[in-house]
Structures are given as C-alpha cells and as structure tokens.
C-alpha cells in the first residue's frame, strides 16, 4: 500500500528566488519513504541509502507538493522504497513530476533482534514491473563502488588542470555544527536521515555559493549512504568543500561525523554519512552560469577532483540508460556503464512483457504469436509451450552458441567477452536478405534467474558496440532494441517460452511476410526451437 503526503510550500520553505529549497523536500520525501517501509515492516525503520536523486522542476511559493512511496520489494532485512514527487498549481490544475528516487530501508524493532520482513503483495501491473527491476536497482547499489574504483584508475591518469587563473578548492571548504534534538529524531531517538540530508544540502549550498557568487539550485545528489547512527543529544558536524566543476555544473562533497558528549572531549568522530552533490546557478535571466575552473593543491584534493570525473561519468550513462530512445545507434560498452548497460536490458525485456494491448495474430499447435502496436513502435510475442522443465530451457536458450542449431537467421555465434556468469556479448552473423549483405550484430545477453518461485527466467538481448569490433564492409550491421526470453514453469516437467521482439527494421522483413501469410518463418523457427529443447532435454 502507498503512503501519500501533501505538502504546502510556504516562504518558510523557499530560498531566495521563491522556489522550494531542496532541504525541505528531501525531508518530507525521507518521511514518506518512511512511513511506506513501517506500514509494511510494522515496526520502526531507518533509511540505509537513497539512490542518486534528480531534480526535473522547480517549486514555488503557493503550490502544492505530492509525494507518494511504496515499497517495491522486500529482502531479506532491507526494502526498496519507491518515491514520486509532483509539483501541482493550485490556479491552473497543472501537475509535474519533480523527482522520482528509490530508498533503502532497513527495520528496527525493539532490542537487538532483526525482523524478516514478508513479500510485497502485487495488485498491478505496476506493482509487478517494479518488483522485478527493484532486483536490477539493487545490483547496481552493491556493484557500485567496484564501477567507480574501476573508472578512478582511468581517471587518475588524466592530468588536473593547469590553467592559470584556475581556482583552489581550500576556500570553498564550510564546516556547520548542529545539536540533534528531539524534533530532529524519531521515537526512538534515531536522527530522521532526511534531516541529515537537509543540514548536508544546506552547507554544501553555502560551498557552491562561494565559487558562483550566485544562489546555486541543487541539480541531482549522487547517492546518499548512511554508514552508521546518530540519535538525540549528538552533535553533527558537517564538513563541506568543492570537488570539481564542469562548465555549468558543480560537485561539493559532504562529509558528516558524529559525537556524543564522551566522544566530543576527546575528538573521536564517527562517519556517519558522505554525499555528493551537483549543483547550477542562473543570472537574473535565467541563463545558466559557467562556474570557474579549480585546481586542487593537496593529495586529498586530487582524489577528490578526479573522483568528481568518475562520478560524472557514471551519472551521465545513468541519465542516457534510463532514458527512452528509439532506433538509434547502440551505446557503448565502457567501464563507466556497464552496470546501467545491464539494467536496461533487463528493464527492457521486463517493461516490454508487462505491457498490456497484446493481440493474438496467430495460433499452431504449441505456438502463439502476438503482437502490439503503441505509436510508431511495432513488438511481437512467441508463446511456445515446451515439455521440459524450465531451468533445463534457461540453460540451453541462454547459450547462444547452440542458437545456430535451432534458428536459421544465425549463421555464426561467437563469444567477446564472457563478463560474467550472467552477462556476455556475443557477435552474431545473420544471412542476407534479398539484395543485401549479411548481417551483423554484436549483443550484451543478460541471464537472471528467479529470485521467488513464481517469477520467470529470463534472458535479455540488446545492441552494444565494442570499439575492438567496427563494421565490417562485408556485413550490415544492424541493431536489437530489446529482444530475449522470459521462461515460466509449468511444474516439474514443462514450461512456457515466450520470446519478444520489439521490431528494427532487419526483422521488419520477416514479421511483415509473416502477417501477410507469404511466409511461416516465425512459426517455422518456433517449432525448431521447442524440438530443440525437448530433443536436448531427452539426451540429458
């Protein structure tokens, strides 16, 4: 179930320009995000993270904010926590989306002993989408800090700049103390993460101002991690300086520690939070400020303003990956976005089969084909029913090495590069159709295997492009949007394959002669397929 709040943007929530400072609103969506994770838990929780968060649009002074959380999947201890926030003008009706952000919650009950929390009940569509991608979400939390180390090496080799009249990032340091008090925390004496969050964007604010000589407007926060407690009575230092800027943009990092009376004699911190926030700036126009250049004089400071280089790069692919496109060129397979690379083809597939408007254009014997049309965008569905059991048609439809044995449209299959157990990019070669070349096509292939019972296999399929692999002029290389398997048992024995496709223009041919009646390709291969995997099955 979601939890709602509205919230009416008063002056004393606005900052110099009249618009909704972002330290309110990261309180009230802490809050919310809250509440959604104790009405499933029924017991207190305290935020572990919330993922890198992007602000969209602006509120001011008489409007209205609406936050709605819910959580998305629960694990083990920990839950995922979905947060959209819009911006609604009470004269005009008008509604925008301001944000949409996932948190991390963890339960807290009373004394030491952990709950385990139950499953999320799904009642939509919606619901389920979620619920598969929030497993996706949580592998790039976990794989986070191997990426950025990753790009840190790349970084690290690129030299910091020399301009002249570059700035030192020593003056733009600001250090604010705050006494937590009872307002500031929970019932059980917890400090409310949101309003650490709040006191973090606030002296790092003051930070950015220092290089602008303008009011800065929080931009996108680059993943807020909580490393340890605070609770009513400490004292909480804030400790903010600039790491780098990029044109009209710049990064502060925070870092938080924490004392209690004991610990504040003797200077014994504890590191509680660290953040990094983006921040822009506009004239009286609002035309976007260009920030100066810095240049960092200390050891530290060069770790931090390469780690600003790394941070920006992964930030940028995530903006790229999760963002919708069309039939375009594929993206790059690169250090910096190989985890969002994976994701989004996980969430394609994902996305693609929870679509609703499917239409049954076909039925023969075991095979179904169906196929949904929503604008320009024309995706089709094989529906086979397989007498094997469904970990048996995962492994072998996962290798697609064995695809030439089945499946005519390849001709060869080799692997790049064997990145994981789940992940491999493979360069597939497919016969030409009438006057033209063969094709070509180098696939990321991502497997996943249910985490519940009830939950598919699946196997994703998308176009990346390898630098050490350009187009040949003997083929035509060609893309794959979103394409791939989802497996559902049956029971012990058998399984359901369903393979989708959302049309390019080389499989534009195949499906068009297939509607027409002029060919039986599709079904043809379907049936291949499910001899395959019963033939293999029997030998086993």
């Not at 159709?433 to 985490?451: A, E, M, N, W, Y």
Request: glycine letters at 4%; aromatic letters at 8%; a positive charge.
């Amino acid at each position: 179930m979601a939890v709602c709040m509205c919230q009416a943007v008063l002056p004393a929530h606005a900052g110099p320009r009249g618009e909704l400072g972002a330290g309110p609103l990261l309180r009230w969506m802490d809050a919310a995000a809250c509440l959604a994770a104790e009405k499933h838990a029924g017991v207190s929780c305290v935020t572990v993270s919330m993922d890198d968060v992007q602000f969209e649009e602006a509120a001011r002074v008489g409007q209205i904010i609406a936050i709605r959380a819910k959580v998305n999947r629960a694990f083990k201890t920990s839950m995922e926590v979905g947060i959209k926030v819009a911006v609604q003008d009470v004269l005009t009706n008008a509604e925008k989306i301001v944000s949409v952000a996932y948190a991390t919650y963890v339960a807290k009950p009373d004394g030491a002993g952990k709950v385990e929390l139950k499953p999320v009940q799904l009642l939509s569509t919606e619901d389920h989408l979620e619920h598969s991608l929030a497993v996706e979400r949580r592998r790039i939390r976990l794989g986070y800090v191997q990426v950025f180390q990753k790009l840190m090496q790349e970084s690290n080799k690129e030299d910091t700049c020399e301009e002249k009249d570059a700035l030192s990032t020593e003056h733009t340091h600001v250090q604010s103390t705050e006494l937590v008090l009872p307002p500031h925390a929970n019932h059980h004496g917890n400090t409310f993460g949101g309003q650490i969050m709040a006191w973090m964007q606030t002296v790092a604010s003051i930070s950015a101002s220092r290089l602008c000589r303008s009011h800065p407007i929080l931009k996108s926060v680059n993943m807020f991690k909580f490393w340890g407690s605070s609770f009513v009575g400490d004292r909480l230092v804030f400790n903010a300086i600039v790491n780098n800027t990029f044109h009209n943009s710049v990064e502060v990092g925070v870092r938080v520690e924490a004392y209690n009376c004991e610990e504040w004699i003797k200077a014994q911190p504890r590191h509680i939070n660290s953040a990094f926030l983006i921040f822009t700036a506009v004239n009286d126009k609002g035309e976007l400020l260009t920030f100066p250049r810095v240049k960092p004089t200390t050891q530290d400071a060069v770790r931090r303003y390469h780690g600003a280089i790394a941070r920006r790069r992964i930030r940028l692919t995530r903006k790229c990956m999760l963002s919708a496109k069309g039939d375009m060129p594929s993206d790059a397979w690169e250090t910096g976005n190989q985890a969002y690379l994976s994701y989004s083809n996980i969430a394609a597939l994902t996305h693609l089969a929870r679509k609703s408007g499917w239409d049954i254009t076909r039925t023969l014997d075991n095979v179904k084909i169906w196929t949904h049309e929503e604008g320009a965008v024309l995706s089709f569905k094989v529906e086979m029913q397989v007498k094997v059991p469904s970990h048996v048609a995962f492994s072998l439809l996962s290798d697609f090495r064995l695809r030439q044995r089945w499946d005519r449209h390849f001709l060869t299959c080799e692997v790049l590069q064997a990145v994981s157990e789940e992940e491999k990019i493979y360069r597939v070669t497919a016969p030409p159709t009438t006057g033209h070349k063969p094709r070509d096509f180098v696939i990321l292939v991502s497997q996943r295997q249910p985490c519940r019972p009830q939950e598919p296999y699946m196997v994703a399929v998308r176009s990346v492009t390898l630098r050490a692999v350009p187009p040949s002029p003997e083929f035509c290389r060609s893309e794959i949007i979103c394409a791939g398997f989802q497996i559902h048992s049956n029971g012990s024995s058998s399984c359901t394959v369903c393979y989708f496709n959302q049309v390019t223009s080389g499989v534009m041919p195949y499906l068009a002669a297939n509607l027409t009646g002029s060919s039986k390709s599709i079904e043809d291969t379907a049936l291949e397929c499910i001899k395959f995997l019963e033939l293999k099955d029997s030998k086993c």
